[in-house]
């Protein structure tokens, strides 16, 4: 049986290590507005959810919310000043940090499988050798993780093919025969696996033990210029993040409210932990592990990135 990821994964919302007990703001003073740019997927669900139960407010910040297909599209937005914060994974962060590019993690987050048709032959990750997986974004994490998986496997992970397919035409794709096989996080695994699609293997633990995949993230220069604003957004994020983690049936409630996911699909995920420190470790062994496959030509500074 496939291990729950509850218990062996991480989630894309492990935070930052400083928990900073930020000073509330005075109501007289106009709130600081933001603008974040998420995943529609359920690891982004505590910052929904602490918009809504005034975690930000407290720290007068007006957030707004915009959502982009993976975080490598995210990190434009953030540079150019578009975007205060975003959300992305951990390998597209450090594609990015390798190529000069400077960014700070602020807090973070995992789940995720790999599917493949119900009567496809392939039975292990090992079986993906020579074959070709669908990923969100290539040259990303699912092309890191699907390869961890396969080394682990016993399989040959550079003879592994990938194709971009957006998370929400994957289950259908896969059913359909359009695609061999597909790496997808919930609330698509639970949606193509209602589709008779099968998982054939959960690759992040293939990686680490407690792999924390994505984190929320601000320019080095905005965070230079803005330590205040820094300081009281992770303080409200943390807080979003502990709120969401003590209370399930509340994040189940709002994720049909972000994404096209119905609330019948909401209530059968399985959903992430939110943990409110780095795993500095899990990044390191996913730096290691995009450097040797190639991800990234360099050695990567994670703790620039994760400070």
């Known amino acids: 049986m496939p291990i729950t990821r509850r218990t062996h994964l991480s989630t894309l919302a492990a935070t930052g290590a400083v928990t900073l007990a930020a000073p509330l703001v005075s109501r007289a003073w106009a709130a600081d507005k933001l603008s974040i740019a998420v995943i529609p997927i359920a690891d982004c669900a505590p910052i929904y959810l602490g918009k809504e139960k005034g975690f930000f407010a407290k720290q007068n910040l007006d957030i707004t ?13 953030v540079l150019s000043g578009q975007l205060q914060f975003g959300f992305s994974n951990v390998p597209s962060l450090l594609i990015a940090q390798t190529k000069g590019l400077k960014f700070v993690g602020v807090r973070g987050h995992d789940f ?24 969100n974004n290539l040259n990303n994490i699912g092309d890191v993780s ?83 604003i820094v300081k009281r957004f992770k303080a ?17 409630k709002i994720i049909p409210t972000y994404t096209r996911i119905s609330p019948e699909i909401a209530a059968k ?5 939110w943990p409110t420190e780095w795993n500095r470790a899990s990044a390191q062994a996913l730096a290691d592990d995009a450097f040797e496959s190639g991800l990234i030509t360099k050695k ?3 703790a620039a990135l994760f400070p």
């Open 269 to 273: 995920i399985t959903l992430p932990i």
């Open 146 to 228: 699907v390869r961890a998986g396969v080394r682990a496997a016993g399989g040959d992970p550079k003879n592994v093919k990938f194709i971009e397919v957006p998370f929400p035409d994957m289950p259908a794709a896969l059913a359909n025969h359009r695609i061999e096989a597909g790496w997808m996080v919930e609330p698509f695994v639970t949606i193509a696996q209602s589709r008779g699609n099968r998982v054939v293997n959960w690759p992040l633990v293939d990686i680490a033990p407690k792999v924390m995949i994505a984190v929320y993230f601000a320019s080095v220069q905005y965070a230079n210029a803005n330590p205040d």
């Open 65 to 77: 919310l915009s959502t982009q297909g993976g975080g490598a599209a995210i990190i434009p937005g």
């Open 300 to 302: 990567a500074d994670i």
């Open 112 to 135: 995720s499988a790999i599917l493949v048709p119900a009567d496809s032959p392939i039975k292990t990750a090992k079986d993906l050798t020579g074959k070709t997986v669908a990923v």
């Open 236 to 252: 409200a994020i943390t807080e979003s993040l502990a709120y969401a983690d003590s209370h399930n049936d509340e994040v189940r």
